[in-house]
């Protein structure tokens, strides 16, 4: 069975400097996604980014990029110039492409707080 | 403006007393899923469809009920809630194609005495 684990209860940046969230997971398929979803005090799910595994290069948006290992099974989350807006609950999702119930599996979550 | 609806967003109720809370989206996606998030657990799936009248058990389905009779909808039932069934829901939905992305709807709050 696949698992994610976030090993990063809670996380604290100063504004304008860079994070980065930790992600990794247990799987034996070969193909997949993975996803960070971002939380907001709204309660609302955003995607922030996600990635293919059969991808060698890293996604980026914007401010946020990853680094995806897939021989260690890694998935990190990196802000650069973190804003305000940024503070939210951060969870790494996995999602085993062609399975019988297409469902994300998440990590239990990484509160991140950007303070001014 | 592509969207998941829930209604409603807040919910407070009593042992025993049947609800339902509606999903409907957009974005003529066939595949729709119920997850619920508690404290240290993240979300986890309790039902989800891969088309109309196709559904399935996800992960903790006790308690539970679902229908899909049309594309667009995908209610959760809760025929005799529980208050370990306090929970924070969302519904979500995706095409099944290779771009698989989950949207997810604003969630409910509820809350059962």
């Known amino acids: 069975a696949q698992t994610v684990t976030q090993s990063q209860p809670e996380m604290s940046v100063q504004e304008a400097e860079t994070v980065t969230l930790s992600c990794t997971y247990d799987?034996?398929?070969?193909?997949?996604?993975l996803f960070w979803y971002k939380q907001p005090p709204s309660r609302q799910m955003i995607l922030v980014i996600r990635q293919e595994a059969y991808k060698q290069q890293n996604a980026t948006e914007n401010r946020f990029s990853v680094n995806f290992q897939k021989a260690a099974k890694s998935f990190s989350l990196k802000i650069s110039d973190s804003q305000l807006g940024d503070t939210a609950m951060y969870f790494c999702a996995f999602l085993f492409y062609g399975g019988a119930t297409n469902k994300l599996i998440f990590g239990t979550g990484t509160l991140l707080a950007v303070q001014p | 403006e592509a969207q998941v609806t829930q209604n409603p967003r807040y919910l407070i109720t009593v042992t025993g007393k049947k609800l339902t809370v509606t999903c409907s989206q957009n974005?003529?996606?066939?595949?729709m899923s119920w997850y619920r998030q508690d404290p240290g657990l993240g979300l986890r799936q309790i039902y989800y469809s891969m088309n109309v009248e196709v559904t399935d058990k996800g992960d903790v389905p006790e308690g539970y009920k679902v229908s899909r009779k049309e594309k667009r909808n995908f209610p959760l039932i809760l025929e005799s809630p529980s208050p370990n069934q306090t929970s924070l829901y969302f519904c979500?939905?995706?095409?099944?194609?290779?771009?698989?992305?989950?949207?997810f709807g604003p969630g409910t709050r509820l809350t059962v005495l």
């Open positions: 799987t034996s398929e070969n193909n997949y996604y």
């Open positions: 974005m003529n996606h066939e595949y």
């Open positions: 979500a939905s995706s095409s099944l194609d290779s771009t698989d992305t989950q949207y």
